[in-house]
C-alpha cells in the first residue's frame, strides 16, 4: 500500500492476468505480482487500485489525508474477490506501515471482501559462517555469492561494495580464521539504546539484505535512494550499514561503536570566522571563489564601523591553508554544482553496465541531432541537420536499429522500432549497400527497453509494443545521460568516424559560435540519402569490426575463439540455450508498432480523418451502424501513406481500403492539406453559388414585372381566354404548315 502519486522509479511490465501495464515499485511488489500472476486458481487480478478515504472511519489513524493504493485486487475462479498488500516483512513493525496496512483492511471490509491478507519476504536464512579468505594483496575478503564460474566478495578491510572474482581464484586464496570478524556480544551486555539503535538500522537495510543486491548495482542503488529518502539520511551511511552487515554477518555488527570520543581540536576565533566565510560564501551555488569569500569575510567580522580593517586579521595565505586542510571534495562539489551535476559529471565510476545487462536483450535508445547539414535531394537546397535514432544492446554494444530522418517523435521511433525488429541485410540494399547476415545479425525482441524521459517514449507505439510483447520499458530520471553511457557514448564514436573526412562539406566545427566562424549551412552538398549512407556505413564498422575496448568476454567466449566484436558477441550470446532474446517473426508486429486513433464504423465504411475506407467483410455491420448508430473503434495507420488502415479487435488486424481514390499514394500530411485547401475552395464555390441565387432571383423578378405592364385589361376573363385559346391554334396550324412546306422544298433540292 502506498500513496497514489509517485514521484519514485517503477518496474513497467504487462502479465497475462492483468489488463494493464503493472507499475511495481519495490522487489516484494513485483515478486508478488510474478506469483499471483502464476497462480491457477486466480483469472485476473487488478495492481495500484485508488482507496476512497473519505468513506473510511479512521479518527484514530495518525495519516496524513492522502489518497492511497492497493497493491493487489484479486478475482478467482469461483467468484469471490481477495485484497493482498505487499510488504517487507522488516516494515511491519513500523507504526506508520501498520496503521496503511489497517486503513486497507477496513476500508475492503466496507467493500464486503472479507479475504483480505498481506504477502511479505522471505525470512533471511543466510548463514554466518561464510569463507574469509585472503587475497594476494593481502586484503581479507568474504565470499558473499559462490557460483561455478564467478562468485562475488566483499573487502573486510576498506569500505568498498561487491565486485566479482573468478570462482577458480577462490580456491587458491588462503582462509582466515572467523574469529577476526565476528562479534561475540551477550544479549544482557546490550542496553536499551544500543538494541533500539541496532535494530533501527537492521530494519533500514532489511530491504537491501537479498542477494540480488550483491550482484546487480543498478538495483542496490535505487533501493538505497528510496531508503535515504524516505528516512533523510545520506545514501553513503545506508551503504556503510549494508557493509558492516556483509563483513560480520550478524546483527550485532551495527551496534552503536562504545568508544571514547577523540579529542576535538578547539577552534581559534580566526578559524571559527574563517569556517563560516567558507559556508556563507563559499560553498553555494553562487560558486563565489576564495579570493572573494575571503573579502566578505574581511568586511563583515574584521571591519569597524566605519568599514575600516581592524589591525590583526588572517591573512589569505592562512584562509586558503584552512580551507585546503578541512576540504572535502565531494561536499564542495555538491554545494558549488549541485546534486545532479555531482551524479552526471564527477561522481566516481566504479560500475559497469554489465552489472545490470548480463546478457543481450537489454536495449537503450536515444536520438541526437547529426553536426551536419545537408540539402534537398531535388533542389539541392539546405534542408537543415538530420536526426539520428540509435537502438543499442546494452551487454554487446551492438547497434541493433537506426533511423536517419528530418521528423522526430513518435514517427522516428516507429520507424527505428521497425528497423530494430526487421531484417538489415534487405534494408542495407535499399541503400545500395550489400552485406552479410552476420556483419548485421540483430532482429530480434528485447526483454527490457531503457529511455529517458522523451515524450515519445512514453506513449505510442513504444506503449503499444510493451503491451503485446511483455517487453519491460525503464524510464531513466531526469538529467541523468550517463546512466546510458553506452549509446550516447555511440553518437560521439559514429560522427567521429564521419566528420574529419567531410569537413567543408556542411559539417558543424567547434568554432561555430566564433566571430568570423564560417556559415556551414552553405557548405552542404550530401542530401538525406547519401548521408544516410554514410551513417550506415559507420555502424557496419562500429558492429563488425571495431574492437570493443573495455569488455571482459567470459570463459566461454575465450574458449570459443570469439574475437571482442559487437557482431560476433551477440552471435555467440544468441546461440546459447538460455539465451533470453526472440526472433522477430509474427507479422503482426509491424502492425503493433503503428500509431493508432479512434476512429468509426458507419453506414458510410470505417471513418477516420475525414476519411471513408471500405472491408467487404465488414457490410453487415456497416448495415447495422446505419440502423443502431455509430460504433467506436481503434484504428492502426500509417501516418506516410494512408491506402490501407487497419482495424485492431480481439488482438487481430483487419485490413481496410481506402474509398476515395483521389488521395491514393499520398500521406495524411498531404491528404490534410488537400482536405483544407479544397475547404477554402469550397467556400468559394459556396459563395458564388449564393450569389448567383440572388442573381436568378433579380432575373425572375424583372421579368415578372415587365409582364406585367404589357398585359390587357382582364375583364370578361372567361371570354378572352376562348379567344386567345382559338387565335393561339390558328397561328400554331400556320406555323405547322409553313414548316412542313420548308421540309418539301429540302427534300426537293437534295434530289
Known amino acids: 500500500m502506498r500513496k497514489q502519486v509517485q514521484k519514485e522509479r517503477c518496474t513497467k511490465i504487462m502479465l497475462t492476468k492483468c489488463k494493464a501495464v503493472c507499475c511495481l515499485y519495490n522487489k516484494v511488489q513485483l515478486a508478488a505480482a510474478k506469483m499471483l500472476d502464476a497462480e491457477p486458481a486466480i483469472f485476473q487480478f487488478e495492481c495500484n487500485v485508488p482507496i476512497l478515504c473519505n468513506d473510511i472511519p479512521a479518527n484514530d489513524l495518525n495519516l496524513p489525508s492522502e489518497t492511497y493504493t492497493t497493491d493487489f485486487v484479486l478475482h478467482y475462479d469461483d467468484g469471490h474477490t481477495a485484497v493482498r498488500e505487499a510488504v517487507f516483512r522488516s516494515y511491519l513493525s513500523r507504526p506508520s506501515v501498520a496503521e496503511k496496512l489497517e486503513l486497507s483492511r477496513r476500508y475492503w471490509q466496507q467493500q464486503g471482501i472479507s479475504d483480505w491478507g498481506i504477502i511479505i519476504d522471505k525470512e533471511d536464512t543466510r548463514h554466518e559462517d561464510l569463507d574469509i579468505l585472503a587475497a594476494e594483496n593481502g586484503e581479507h575478503v568474504r565470499v558473499l555469492l559462490c557460483g561455478e564460474e564467478q562468485s562475488y566478495v566483499v573487502s573486510c578491510q576498506h569500505f568498498r561494495m561487491p565486485y566479482p572474482v573468478a570462482s577458480d581464484l577462490l580456491a587458491e586464496l588462503q582462509p582466515v580464521p572467523a574469529e577476526a570478524y565476528s562479534v ?12 533500539e539503535g541496532r535494530n533501527r538500522k537492521l530494519d533500514l537495510i532489511a530491504p537491501l539484505l537479498d542477494d540480488t543486491c550483491i550482484y546487480d548495482k543498478s538495483h542496490r542503488n535505487e533501493v538505497v535512494r528510496q531508503i535515504a529518502a524516505e528516512h533523510n539520511i545520506a545514501r553513503r551511511t545506508v551503504l556503510q550499514y549494508l557493509w558492516r552487515y556483509w563483513v560480520y554477518q550478524s546483527k550485532n555488527a551495527l551496534l552503536p561503536a562504545e568508544r571514547p570520543a577523540p579529542e576535538q581540536h578547539e577552534l581559534t576565533t580566526d578559524e571559527k570566522a574563517i569556517r563560516w566565510a567558507l559556508n556563507k560564501y563559499y560553498y553555494t551555488p553562487q560558486r563565489q571563489s576564495l579570493q572573494t569569500a575571503y573579502k566578505m569575510m574581511l568586511r563583515a567580522k574584521y571591519c569597524d564601523a566605519h568599514g575600516t580593517l581592524k589591525p590583526e586579521y588572517p591573512t589569505f595565505w592562512q584562509f586558503r591553508y584552512f580551507f585546503r586542510k578541512n576540504r572535502d571534495p565531494i561536499s564542495e562539489t555538491i554545494s558549488r554544482q549541485g546534486l545532479k551535476a555531482y551524479q552526471r559529471n564527477h561522481r566516481p565510476f566504479t560500475g559497469s553496465v554489465c552489472d545490470y545487462a548480463h546478457t543481450i536483450g537489454v536495449y537503450m535508445t536515444d536520438a541526437t541531432v547529426a553536426d551536419i547539414y545537408i540539402v534537398s535531394r531535388l533542389s539541392r537546397k539546405p534542408i537543415g541537420r538530420p536526426v539520428i535514432y540509435t537502438m543499442v544492446d546494452a551487454y554487446s554494444r551492438l547497434i541493433t536499429g537506426v533511423y536517419v530522418g528530418l521528423e522526430g517523435g513518435q514517427y522516428a521511433l516507429r520507424l527505428l522500432l521497425q528497423n530494430t525488429f526487421t531484417d538489415k541485410v534487405s534494408f542495407c540494399h535499399q541503400h545500395g549497400i550489400d552485406i552479410d547476415p552476420h556483419d548485421w545479425p540483430s532482429h530480434h525482441l528485447p526483454t527490457k527497453i531503457i529511455t529517458d524521459r522523451g515524450s515519445e517514449f512514453t506513449s505510442g507505439p513504444l506503449e503499444n509494443l510493451c503491451e503485446s510483447y511483455h517487453i519491460e520499458i525503464e524510464n531513466l530520471p531526469a538529467y541523468r545521460p550517463d546512466l546510458k553511457g553506452v549509446v550516447e557514448k555511440l553518437f560521439d564514436l559514429v560522427q567521429s568516424a564521419y566528420k574529419p573526412l567531410l569537413k567543408g562539406k556542411g559539417v558543424i566545427e567547434s568554432d561555430i559560435q566564433e566571430r568570423g566562424a564560417p556559415d556551414y549551412r552553405r557548405q552542404g552538398t550530401l542530401d538525406l540519402e547519401q548521408f544516410t549512407a554514410v551513417v550506415l556505413r559507420c555502424v557496419l564498422f562500429y558492429n563488425a569490426k571495431s574492437v570493443q575496448i573495455g569488455f571482459t568476454r567470459t570463459p566461454a567466449m575465450i574458449e570459443a575463439n570469439t574475437p571482442p566484436l559487437a557482431a560476433s558477441i551477440w552471435s555467440f550470446c544468441e546461440a546459447q540455450d538460455d539465451c533470453p532474446v526472440k526472433e522477430a517473426t509474427d507479422k503482426k508486429l509491424l502492425y503493433t508498432l503503428l500509431p493508432r486513433a479512434e476512429g468509426k464504423i458507419t453506414q458510410r465504411g470505417l471513418e477516420i480523418f475525414g476519411l471513408r475506407f471500405s472491408n467487404c467483410t465488414f457490410k453487415k455491420r456497416f448495415v447495422s451502424a446505419g440502423l443502431g448508430g455509430r460504433e467506436t473503434v481503434q484504428v492502426a495507420y500509417a501516418p506516410e501513406c494512408m491506402d490501407t488502415v487497419w482495424l485492431y479487435e ?82 400554331e396550324s400556320v406555323s405547322l404548315m409553313d414548316l412542313l412546306a420548308e421540309q418539301q422544298e429540302d427534300d426537293f433540292d437534295a434530289r
Not at 187 to 195: A, K, P
Not at 686 to 700: N, R, T, V, W, Y
Request: charged share 35%; no cysteine; glycine share 2%.
Open 650 to 731: 480481439n488482438g487481430t488486424y483487419s485490413a481496410f481500403d481506402l474509398v476515395q481514390k483521389s488521395y491514393l499514394g499520398k500521406s495524411l500530411a498531404e491528404i490534410a492539406d488537400a482536405q483544407q485547401q479544397e475547404k477554402v475552395e469550397r467556400t468559394d464555390w459556396k459563395k458564388q453559388e449564393l450569389q448567383a441565387q440572388l442573381d436568378l432571383m433579380s432575373d425572375i423578378q424583372a421579368i415578372a414585372d415587365r409582364s406585367e405592364r404589357t398585359m390587357p385589361d382582364r375583364s370578361n376573363i372567361s371570354r378572352q381566354i376562348q379567344r386567345n385559346r382559338s387565335t393561339a391554334r390558328k397561328q
Open 184 to 195: 561475540f556480544v551477550l544479549d544482557e551486555d546490550i542496553t536499551n539504546r544500543q538494541r
